[in-house]
Structure formats: structure tokens, C-alpha cells
């Protein structure tokens, strides 16, 4: 990827423009930052994982943990920790959601894994891959199970609703996506009803869930919400992106895994779209037919490049980018709020 | 199977000996007679079921439908139906949850197929043999899913928290099923603790549902839950010994299953807790390093028959048929409660 411009990235700044443009303590990274700012609550939150993902039954934390303690981004729980703090909620009951949150993502990677008997996973080996495919179906059940249990001590029937809700989407875009995968004929809005439902949705929830717990008014939730999904689909996006453009050091899986399964994601779509005859048939090939040599990978990035697919692709990640800091405006301005505002450039603009 | 008495098998009886035992109209099958007395309240659940399974993406209501159209017993929403009609519940709380047990059921049936990758189900091609393990891997967490918007819906805390635990324990159930499989050192308490978690923990929230939803106090929904946990016990003690002891025919299922993929069952556990050196060897060759040849079920067979393993299990599942039994004695004494106390004696005893 070679985004137009990369506001947030990574690489370290030089003292004299982190002291012009922030505090020395503060981070470039907006992501950083909001964790930085949330600190105790994200410790609390870690703390309420560790020992909510314990078992009698010995392979389940040590699966989960495998799983949890390989990193991650944590970035849906931390919405959710943020949404609270964005209106001084003072109580604890988003350590617990936060920490459900998490879990729900966690099942879903586990049986994503099995699903495309992916050996990889943040840079390691796959849960699937060490453990065996039974194991990572179950324990994602466990985990998702447990999340619900941890939604009942909350006791609140909303979070309960906006979750379970939030799961069955999260389920229906992950089989449509088995149905776009492999599959030449999948149109851009395709693509956008599984990123929406297989992404954006838990950001949407884990966001909406902050305003819950703060006992904020409808419209309110309602605007977390939206920005949640906008969110999502801006981050799910610059995915899709970085699997054809990142550096595989710092992107931790590797580079090129939708295109070797044949995952029909927006870079290959804009490609797609203005496609000759022959270059029609390469995409065929590759990721229909999933009949790959070597060299395809470099062919189709030339390919995407030709047609300026990852361009096209972020340029709609930057409108929803838009859309979402726009849902801000009707939320207090306190710095959080701030935080959120930039996280989504960072979230499109990421090079990792 | 050669139980000592099959008071409630499903041979034709004389009609002297049905006009004696039951009026002509009542089926000598306690499950039978359940599912006849409840039936609109049956009917109301499957029309539940198959309303809520539905879903944009077309493939979740095929899948589903290919499992929940494949018949099964309905045994577990019978359970909440029967346990909300003890007493004399006239509301109509109990098939939207009636309808959650079956979901979480179905949800558990299609991972386990896939854990186990069977190839049947019912009689007839497993899901996951049918559609690929990914979508039923996939559908079964929709199912799940939409088990908790089911139950949001219906608002009840209190069932949530039934229910979410329920489908804790079985996940957990069906992971330390898999450290016993092909485990010879499995004992009969690992062995009871798997089937208590993954087949009596949703027997039991399945019947203490109707009581909560009945609103009656807390130790009739205990006695209830208790009840359900026997005989969910005694139902798997059968159905594992019927694994070497239907006619194929009647089971639905291919004989031999469990012994096959080396799961550890009461009958193989009497059978090796008595076993010569040389037995042992056989049991190790086939159950656990799975090198099973032509004719090694039959010597199986032979060898559970020599150490009378059937017996002693049939034995163990009528402790616990007793134990439920006892459990009604706390419980309103209608027609219901009589159908129940012979219900589980109908599942230890059943032939298929």
C-alpha cells in the first residue's frame, strides 16, 4: 500500500516534530494514545480475560491463551473502554462488556481459522494449526458461551440484545462470505454486506455498548453505533489492502493470504472491474480455480497497481472514515472523543 | 443390546395386553404420549423453529433445515414443554424457549459432527458431509445466536443465566472428550463427568426452564433440574450402549460409531476394567492407535459381552433412572408427572 498520505503512521518521529506537534509523552498513534489514556481500565480488562477464559478443563485456557496472549490489536474492547470514558462514566461495568467484546472476536477468529484452515495468526502458528481443528471449534464455543455469561452478571437485557444481535450478523457475513469466496461473479456490494456484517458490526456493538453502560440517550447510542460501523468498515478495508501492500514484517501474518484462498476482497474488485478478457482469465485462475504458480502474487499486485485498485479501495475507506468522525459531532467534545476522531484516519491509513 | 426388561420398547404390543395396560388411544412410548399430549404446543415450537432459522443468506436455513428437518426426538423441547405443563402453565413462554434448546442442540450437533467429522447423522448424510465443514461450522454459531436473541426476547435474566451456563458446560464437556478419546487411562468418572456436561446439563436446563418460566419456587425448579440431569445421564448411558447393541436399522446411525473413532464409553470402560493382558492390547490396538481391522467390532462386541459390560452399564443407567424418578416425588402429581417417571425409564430401556 502507498497511501496518499500516511498521518499516523509507525515509524518514530524526529524529537523535534513529536515536541512541535504533541506532548513528548504522548503517542504519534492515535491507537496508542486512547490505550495510553485508558491505561487502567484496559489492565482491568486483561485482568477480568485472564480470568474469565480459566477452565477445570486444562486445553481451554491454554488454547485461549495461546490465542489472547499472541497480542492483537485489542482495538474492540478498547472502543468500548473508550465510549464510556467519552462520557465520564465512572463506574466499572465496561471492564466486564469490554472483556465480552473481546471473547465474541476471539470465537470468531478461532472457528475463521478452522474455517480457512489458516496456519497463521498474528505471526504465529494458528490455534488450529497447534491444537487441531476440534479444539479451536470448541473452545471458541466456550468462549462465545462464556461471553454471554459474563453479559448476564451485567444484567443488562440491552447489551444482551445489542450483542446476541451482533453474533448472529457477525455468523450470517462469515457464511456469505463462503458464498463470495472463489466466486468471479461477487460484486462490490457483496463485499460490502460481509465486511459490514463479519466487521463492522462488532465495532458498531462494542461502541454503542460504551454509551449503554454510561446510561446515554438513544440518539447518542445510536451515533456510536453509526461511528462503530463506519469504523469497521474502514478498518476491515485497509485490511484488505495491506494483504496486497504491507510489508509481511510488520503486517504479522503473511502477505498475499486472501489472494492464495481466493477471498474476493475490494483491491481485486476495482482490478476486476476494468479487467481485459485475459486478465479476467488470470483472476479466474488464481482465485477461482485457485490454480496459483509462482509469480501470481507479483502478477496480480501488478495487475491491482495497473487498474489502481488499492488507491480506488482506500479512497471509499476514506469516505467512511468521513462519515464516521461526522457521528462524532453530536457527541461531547472531551478529548476521547478527539482520540476517536483520529483513530479512524489511523484505522484507513495504517501501513501495518 | 439385550436389556434385562424393555418395559417400554417399541414391538407392537397384543391388543389385549395395550387395552389392559393404556386406553387404545395412548401410545405404549412415553415419549410418544408426551409429544400426543403436548402436541399444539409441539406444533407451535416447530413453526418457531423453522421461522427463526430463517436468514437472508440462504445457505443458514438449508443447513439448518437438512439437520432439523432430519427429525431427531425433539426430546429437549419436549423437556421444557412437559416441565412448563406440570404445572398447568397457561402462558406461552415456553416454546420461543423450548424452540432456544433446540437451537443450542442443533448448534452443538453440527460442530460435533465436525469435530468427529462424521459422515452420518439421523440415518442420513451429516451436514457437514453435505454443505463442507466451514458452513456448518458457521451455521452453528448462528444457531447459537440466535438462541440468545431468542431468549433476549423473551427477557427473562434468569434463563439466560440457565441457559448461557448450560451451553458453557457443554463446550467444556465436549473438549475434555476429546483428552478422553483414545485415552485408555480414561476412567468412569472422566467418562461421567463428559457425558453430565455434554448431554444431562442441557436435559437439566432444558427441564428447569419450564419451571422458572411456570414462576414456581426454587426448589421445584431444583427438583426439576435434577430430574433432567438423571435422566439425561441414563439417555447417554443408553445410547452408548446401543453403539454396540442396535439393530442398525433401528438406530438411524451406524452401529459401531463410538468404537470406531476410540471414543471411551461405559460399556468399553466395564469391559477393560476386567481385562486380560492380551484384551487390553486389542483395546489399545483399536481405540486408541485406531488400527482396527475386519472383525474387530465383532470381537468388541464379543469382549463386552464377556465381562457383561452391557449389564453394568444398563445397571448404572437405572440408578440414575431411579434417582430421577425420586425427583418427582416433589413435583405437582399429574398425568405429566407420570409420563416423566416413565419417560426415563423409556430412555435407558429404549432399543433404538
Redesign the interface.
Known amino acids: 500500500m502507498t497511501p496518499a498520505h500516511t498521518a499516523h503512521d509507525n515509524t518514530p518521529a524526529s524529537p523535534a516534530t513529536m515536541a512541535k506537534a504533541n506532548p513528548p509523552s504522548r503517542s504519534a498513534n492515535p491507537l496508542e494514545r486512547l490505550a495510553e489514556a485508558l491505561k487502567p481500565d484496559m489492565a482491568a480488562v486483561n485482568a477480568l480475560i485472564i480470568d474469565r477464559m480459566q477452565?477445570?478443563?486444562p486445553?481451554?485456557p491454554q488454547l485461549a491463551g495461546h490465542l489472547i496472549a499472541g497480542g492483537g490489536k485489542r482495538i474492540r474492547p478498547l472502543l468500548t473502554l473508550a465510549s464510556a470514558a467519552l462520557f465520564d462514566y465512572k463506574g466499572s461495568r465496561q471492564h466486564k462488556l469490554a472483556a465480552c467484546v473481546e471473547f465474541i472476536h476471539t470465537?470468531?477468529l478461532l472457528?475463521d481459522d478452522?474455517?480457512d484452515e489458516s496456519d497463521q495468526r498474528r505471526g504465529k502458528a494458528s490455534a488450529n494449526a497447534v491444537f487441531?481443528?476440534?479444539?479451536a471449534?470448541?473452545?471458541g464455543?466456550?468462549l462465545?458461551?462464556?461471553s454471554?455469561?459474563l453479559?448476564?452478571e451485567d444484567?443488562s437485557?440491552e447489551v444482551?440484545?445489542i450483542l446476541?444481535?451482533a453474533?448472529?450478523v457477525?455468523?450470517?457475513g462469515?457464511?456469505?462470505q463462503?458464498?463470495t469466496t472463489n466466486n468471479i461473479d461477487t460484486t462490490e456490494a457483496d463485499y460490502l454486506k460481509v465486511i459490514g456484517a463479519k466487521t463492522a458490526e462488532l465495532f458498531a456493538a462494542a461502541c454503542e455498548v460504551g454509551g449503554i453502560v454510561a446510561d446515554r440517550p438513544a440518539g447518542e447510542c445510536a451515533a456510536l453505533r453509526d461511528y462503530g460501523m463506519y469504523l469497521g468498515y474502514g478498518f476491515q478495508i485497509s485490511d484488505d489492502v495491506l494483504d496486497y501492500a504491507a510489508s509481511e514484517e510488520r503486517l504479522g501474518k503473511s502477505l498475499g493470504d486472501d489472494f492464495k484462498e481466493g477471498k474476493m476482497t475490494l483491491p481485486v474488485l476495482k482490478a476486476l472491474a476494468k479487467a481485459s478478457p485475459a486478465e479476467k482469465d488470470f483472476w479466474q485462475r488464481t482465485m477461482c480455480d485457485l490454480d496459483q504458480k509462482d509469480g501470481d502474487l507479483a502478477e496480480a499486485q501488478a495487475l491491482i497497481r495497473k487498474h489502481k485498485g488499492l488507491d480506488l479501495a482506500l479512497a471509499q475507506a476514506r469516505d467512511f472514515a468521513a462519515k464516521g468522525r461526522k457521528c462524532l459531532e453530536a457527541l461531547p467534545g472531551n478529548g476521547i472523543r478527539q482520540d476517536l476522531a483520529e483513530l479512524i484516519d489511523f484505522a484507513v491509513e495504517r501501513d501495518y
Chains 1, 2 share one sequence.
Not at 487441531?132 to 479444539?135: H, I, K, R, T, V
Open positions: 477452565s477445570n478443563i486445553l481451554i470465537a470468531t472457528h478452522v474455517v487441531g481443528n476440534e479444539a471449534v470448541l473452545v464455543d466456550f462465545f458461551s462464556r454471554f455469561q453479559m448476564v444484567g437485557l444482551l440484545r446476541s444481535n453474533s448472529a457477525i455468523a450470517e462469515e457464511v456469505l463462503l458464498s
